[in-house]
Structures are given as structure tokens and as C-alpha cells.
């Protein structure tokens, strides 16, 4: 029974490493770098405040990445003034701006992420993609959700431990 009990651990390990060190592409092939990185063009809102908003949002977003707790507390401080500007409901925002530290600004940033998904559709884009990327394993395995201005996969909700786990599941343009 304990070696039974091993073996399904055990298999589970390596069914969770492997979705996400094996991602599953959702982008078609014509878009899609497999072996080369695709230079990242920052996409541009036609409304200044909504591509400030933006600009703000990756600078959070890359701080999450990086592991980088003082540039996650500035980047976030600067969003929340940006989406007040904008006038943009800040809830999301103020969530993430109450906590202070990297794990749990992470763990709100999926609301976040979500919310102004929402919002980057209804603004018009002047050029650029903004891709919507997801992470099954993030927030204790409800999945995660994050926008970016390239295709390839960095996990703000692992950062350098688990970088590339991740999936596109939806470009904005």
C-alpha cells in the first residue's frame, strides 16, 4: 500500500513538471517562435492614459518575474495612480498595492491581470499584441492569468523557478 501511495506521488510529480515544462501551444504556427525568440514590439493604446496604464502594468508584471519586491512596490504604486488617471476601477490594484511582498502581491495579480484584460479589449491598439498568457499551476493550482507584450512565456507568478511554464491563450490586438 506504501509503495502504491509513492508511485502515485511520484507519477504526480512528474505530470505537473511536465505541463509545465511542456506547455501545450495555443498560437498558430505563422505567430509562434519555437526555437527563436520574437522581439517583443510594446504595444501602443491610441489613449495615453490606457497606454500608460499599460506601460505601468509591465513594469509590475516584469518586477513579479524578476523576484524584485521594491520595483514590485513602485510599479504598483505607479499602475494604481495610472488607472486612477484613467479612471479605472483601482480595486484590483489597491489589493495588490495593501500586501508587501512578492508572494502576495503574486497572489493578487491574477484579478488584476483579468480585470484589465478587460479593459486593453475595449481600448483600441495603435500597434503591437497584447498577449494573454496562463499558468495552470499558479495560486495553488487554480491557474493564473498575465499579459504581455511578447510570446514568449516568463511566469510572474514563479519567476525564475519556473520561468517558461505557461501557455498563450489569447492575443489582443
Known amino acids: ?26 498560437v498558430n504556427e505563422e505567430t509562434a517562435s519555437t526555437e527563436t525568440e520574437q522581439v517583443a514590439v510594446n504595444p ?20 513579479l518575474v524578476n523576484n524584485d519586491n521594491k520595483e514590485a ?31 502576495t502581491k503574486r497572489a493578487k495579480f491574477n484579478d488584476l491581470s483579468n480585470e484589465l484584460a478587460s479593459v486593453f479589449k475595449k481600448s483600441k491598439l495603435e500597434s ?22 511578447e510570446s514568449k512565456i516568463k511566469n510572474p507568478y514563479y519567476g525564475e523557478k519556473m520561468l517558461g511554464c505557461g501557455s498563450i491563450e489569447e492575443e489582443i490586438k
Not at 10 to 26: D, V, W
Not at 45 to 63: C, P, S
Not at 73 to 100: C, P, Y
Request: charged letters at 20%; proline letters at 2%; a positive charge.
Open 128 to 149: 503591437g499584441i497584447v498577449y494573454k498568457q496562463y499558468c495552470p499551476m499558479a495560486n495553488d493550482g487554480k491557474g493564473g492569468y498575465w499579459l504581455a507584450s
Open 73 to 103: 512596490e513602485m510599479g504598483a504604486k505607479m499602475l494604481q495612480k495610472a488607472m486612477s488617471d484613467a479612471e479605472i476601477d483601482t480595486k484590483s490594484i489597491d489589493a495588490v498595492v495593501a500586501v508587501n511582498n512578492v508572494e
Open 44 to 63: 501602443k493604446f491610441t489613449d495615453a492614459k490606457v497606454n500608460e496604464v499599460y506601460q505601468h502594468y509591465i513594469h509590475l508584471k516584469t518586477a
Open 1 to 26: 500500500m506504501k509503495n502504491q501511495i509513492l508511485g502515485l506521488a511520484f507519477i504526480g510529480l512528474i505530470s505537473t513538471t511536465y505541463a509545465c515544462t511542456n506547455p501545450t501551444k495555443t
